[in-house]
């Protein structure tokens, strides 16, 4: 079911969003600092990368840091001296770079943007689909992706290579089977994370393409946690709206129009809030059109998924100056010294050992021509 996202920007909303996010921690430095600012870009330097972590840590292990605007600008205030910056989306586990910069008193340095660009870790794969290909976005952004086939996914030693996989709508998700949904909840669990779209939505919640009701056979996620119909309508999906703050400073607007251009699309009949996240919602129904969760749980725990990254972990780190906690991913030599600070391996919110999980109602079209739809799925790919 091809769709498409019309962009609506707002200006006053805009240069909200352009301005740093609110849970920035410049803090108080007590030690000599200098400025630092930067702009951080996709891997092959064609796109600004909104809503990312920026950060460094000072002589007492303390973190100040600072978030993107939606353009990819940081001005990060920072103690002075040889620092590791920190540049991260999600939870640093899957993208990342880390530069060496010298902080210089009472100073504004620049990174080079050659430098400042947005690293791949994870493996990435892609079920390939009629209507969606979402791995055009992600090679066009410089990052690498690999095709696997819908049979791929009844074996958990192919699956389990990657990081991420993405359910593109249109595949063959007609035909799922009971070992498709152990290994997709085994995958979640130990860490992997999902990318599904529209009738894709058969991958989580079983009944496979134009499912007409709930209580479906297959799946992964029981239907009490979701139930999508394919009941969606042709037509436009006036004044959406993003109510998750990090989202929306990420690509600058909170307001948008979605055309639906076919019908027959995968609408959220019904969902567990206490399970999902809303991100973008229709204000005609109160129903949401994109949701993701970081707490599932449901597979079988053991060795966790996708490339070899034994030299970073991933933390909750403690702002003793904001009496707040910050998930970061870190070199894992300095994990006994954070450790001693007060901090806790896994993330912040949500199962230390699962990946998240995004679904949406929309994507891009086939052809890969999706104008200002991409702001919204770029967020997913980084963020997964």
């Not at 979402?134 to 990052?143: P, R």
């Not at 979640?188 to 009738?199: E, F, H, I, K, P």
């Not at 393409?209 to 799946?219: A, I």
Request: proline letters at 3%; a negative charge; hydrophobic letters at 35%.
């Amino acid at each position: 079911m091809k769709n498409k996202i019309v962009f609506l920007a707002l200006a006053t909303l805009m240069s909200f969003f352009l301005s740093c996010s609110k849970d920035d921690n410049q803090g108080e430095i007590t030690e000599p600092s200098g400025t630092v600012k930067g702009t951080l870009t996709v891997k092959n330097g064609s796109k600004p990368v909104g809503g990312a972590l920026v950060f460094v840590f000072d002589s007492k292990n303390e973190i100040h840091y600072t978030r993107t605007a939606a353009d990819g600008t940081f001005t990060l205030l920072a103690p002075s001296g040889h620092r590791d910056l920190y540049l991260q989306t999600g939870n640093g586990s899957n993208f990342r770079t880390t530069l060496e910069i010298e902080v210089v008193k009472d100073e504004t340095i620049t990174v080079d943007p050659t430098l400042c660009r947005l690293d791949q870790v994870a493996n990435m794969a892609y079920v390939p689909g009629s209507f969606d290909k979402i791995e055009l976005i992600v090679q066009s952004l410089g990052y690498t992706i690999q095709s696997i086939t819908h049979n791929d996914l009844a074996n958990y030693a192919t699956i389990s290579q990657y990081d991420i996989i993405f359910l593109n709508c249109g595949g063959k998700q007609n035909t799922l089977n009971a070992q498709i949904d152990t290994n997709l909840a085994n995958f979640v669990t130990n860490g992997g994370s999902l990318y599904a779209s529209d009738w894709a939505v058969a991958y989580l919640t079983g009944g496979g393409t134009n499912s007409n009701s709930c209580n479906l056979p297959f799946g992964f996620i029981s239907d009490d946690k979701m139930c999508a119909i394919n009941n969606g309508a042709s037509g436009f999906v006036n004044g959406a709206t993003i109510p998750d703050a990090n989202l929306a400073a990420a690509i600058g607007f909170s307001t948008l129009n979605i055309d639906y251009d076919l019908g027959s699309w995968e609408q959220i009949n019904a969902y567990d809030p206490s399970f999902w996240e809303a991100l973008v919602m229709n204000p005609s129904n109160n129903q949401p059109l994109m949701v993701r969760n970081s707490d599932f749980s449901g597979g079988a725990v053991g060795t966790p998924v996708g490339g070899d990254d034994t030299g970073w972990v991933t933390i909750c780190h403690h702002d003793e100056a904001t009496n707040s906690n910050v998930t970061i991913t870190i070199s894992a030599s300095a994990w006994a010294a954070h450790q001693a600070h007060g901090d806790t391996l896994g993330p912040c919110q949500g199962n230390a050992n699962s990946g998240t999980i995004y679904y949406t109602t929309f994507h891009n079209h086939a052809s890969g021509n999706i104008g200002n739809t991409s702001y919204i799925l770029e967020y997913v790919i980084l963020n997964l």
